[in-house]
């Protein structure tokens, strides 16, 4: 059973002060109106760039993997826009965690609830495919506000944010698991609950199989969908929280149930989900999280990719 973390008074000491100081002024500045903080966010995000060398370069060479065939001045556009995003992200990080249920359905549009609605009328737990876009905190947010689940999510480093992480995404949705807990989200499943899950991130030799991803042959992804779909027998629903464009808000949309994933076998199931990511990130792709290594793990005696 994953132990959620609990406020402790040993995070007000001197050490957690510059933390502190960050949370604060997030939460004010996530007070400003909308516009503003979609004009401040896509600011802010162009001038990281110029300070965030090694994360461009991860980027571009993400986007070189996965799109050989785009051409260089549409991927460096897309560059631009994927950092302006970044930005966004952070302030939507915040908005996430302090902003009132109200002012969130203010700027969303949700479509695709009645895939859920289908689901639950089935009496089938939700295997919910959360992709890495960087509105990921805020899309988990309006997802709960109309469908409380339960979150899936590695501990943070610094107990600060971990507490803060937790309480934040339990503002609209029921609980978490940690990411290594799959008897935990198993149970959840079978007792009809909806489990939000990333399948799309590199989870190390161990945990993982190698599939292709996009122009990616073997890319390095999750048994975890394998066996949470095979035992837990859920609904698999993936779902797109996409940035409009110019600060018009957002919309949420809920793609139709895919759990006719082929389960013969651990990779085969592994390539089927991640064609699933595939198709959600083309929908927002400038939006995904492309700055990460997702391809930094390699099957024995491969040639490294960074």
């Not at 837990?232 to 994933?261: C, K």
Request: hydrophobic share 45%; with cysteine.
């Amino acid at each position: 059973m994953t132990q959620l973390p609990q406020f402790r008074r040993a995070l007000l000491h001197p050490r957690y002060w510059p933390t502190w100081l960050g949370i604060a002024l997030l939460y004010l500045l996530v007070l400003l109106p909308y516009p503003v903080l979609y004009w401040l966010g896509c600011g802010l995000g162009r001038l990281s760039r110029r300070f965030l060398g090694r994360r461009v370069a991860i980027a571009r060479r993400n986007l070189q993997l996965c799109f050989p065939a785009m051409p260089e001045a549409e991927r460096e556009a897309m560059i631009k826009h994927n950092f302006e995003s970044v930005g966004m992200g952070l302030l939507e990080t915040g908005m996430a965690w302090f902003w009132p249920d109200w002012r969130i359905r203010k700027w969303f549009q949700v479509s695709g609830l009645e895939h859920i609605e289908k689901a639950h009328a089935e009496k089938k737990g939700v295997l919910l495919v959360g992709i890495h876009f960087l509105t990921l905190e805020l899309g988990a947010r309006i997802f709960g506000i109309y469908n409380p689940g339960i979150g899936v999510y590695r501990p943070h480093n610094n107990a600060l944010i971990d507490w803060l992480q937790t309480w934040g995404r339990m503002r609209s949705n029921k609980s978490m698991l940690d990411r290594k807990d799959l008897k935990g989200m198993i149970r959840a499943l079978k007792q009809g609950d909806i489990i939000w899950y990333a399948p799309d991130h590199d989870y190390g030799p161990r945990a993982s199989v190698f599939v292709p991803f996009f122009a990616v042959d073997e890319a390095a992804t999750t048994k975890g969908s394998y066996v949470l779909i095979r035992t837990g027998q859920p609904a698999v629903i993936p779902f797109v929280p996409r940035r409009l464009p110019h600060g018009r808000g957002y919309e949420m949309v809920i793609l139709p149930d895919v759990s006719d994933i082929p389960l013969n076998d651990e990779r085969e199931t592994a390539a089927r989900m991640n064609k699933v990511v595939e198709d959600a990130v083309l929908m927002a792709p400038e939006q995904y999280m492309w700055l990460h290594r997702r391809f930094k793990t390699r099957p024995q005696g491969a040639a490294k990719l960074y």
